[in-house]
């Protein structure tokens, strides 16, 4: 844990203008964000760019950061991910603004409503995830956002593989009772473990 607390005073020193700082960071971190963005993206470049943008994030928001609220890995990896979604839809919006070129308006409007009710359900489940406790978001958050097998998850973190399946699966239920609390039937996004 301690190197957690560590890595946490790098970034706020590197949210302070240290460059040494910010290179420490990058090179502990860029190649988990890398991992998540290939993962996702499917191409390198554009990776490497969501890449740039989420280490640009991280200085502008470091000082935000509250290791109380989960771990650096975690906060890194929902930031990937939120980034790498926003740049799917933005691709696909394009390809599909290419192919209703002569549609009637209201296809187009459906279209801008879809996109409306998917970012609202990711803000939804960002908030569910947070509010959850510290071992279950971070099950959840690694189970979902890092290439990391459970297994993998309970050697790195000295637990059974039971546990942090537990950890998983009370995380979802609690996120799925978040979303039905706020009257939310479009919990499509939380699933039983892929692992």
Request: glycine share 6%; net charge neutral; aromatic share 6%.
């Amino acid at each position: 844990m301690s190197r957690l607390e560590d890595m946490s005073e790098v970034l706020r020193d590197m949210c302070e203008g240290e460059v040494d700082a910010f290179d420490r960071f990058y090179a502990r971190y860029a190649p988990l964000v890398m991992q998540v963005a290939l993962r996702m993206l499917g191409e390198r470049m554009e990776a490497e760019d969501v890449c740039h943008d989420v280490f640009l994030e991280v200085l502008r928001r470091g000082k935000d950061y509250n290791p109380g609220r989960g771990s650096l890995e975690a906060w890194l990896a929902v930031m990937t991910r939120s980034r790498c979604l926003d740049r799917l839809r933005r691709s696909k919006r394009i390809a599909e603004k290419d192919k209703e070129l002569g549609q009637d308006d209201a296809a187009s409007s459906r279209s801008s409503e879809e996109i409306a009710l998917q970012h609202l359900e990711r803000e939804e489940l960002n908030e569910a995830l947070m509010r959850l406790p510290r071992n279950q978001r971070d099950a959840v958050a690694y189970s979902y956002y890092s290439p990391h097998t459970q297994k993998e998850l309970s050697a790195a973190w000295n637990v059974p593989l039971g546990t942090v399946k537990s950890w998983v699966r009370y995380g979802l239920n609690n996120m799925r009772k978040h979303l039905e609390r706020r009257g939310s039937d479009r919990n499509t996004g939380v699933e039983e473990g892929r692992r």
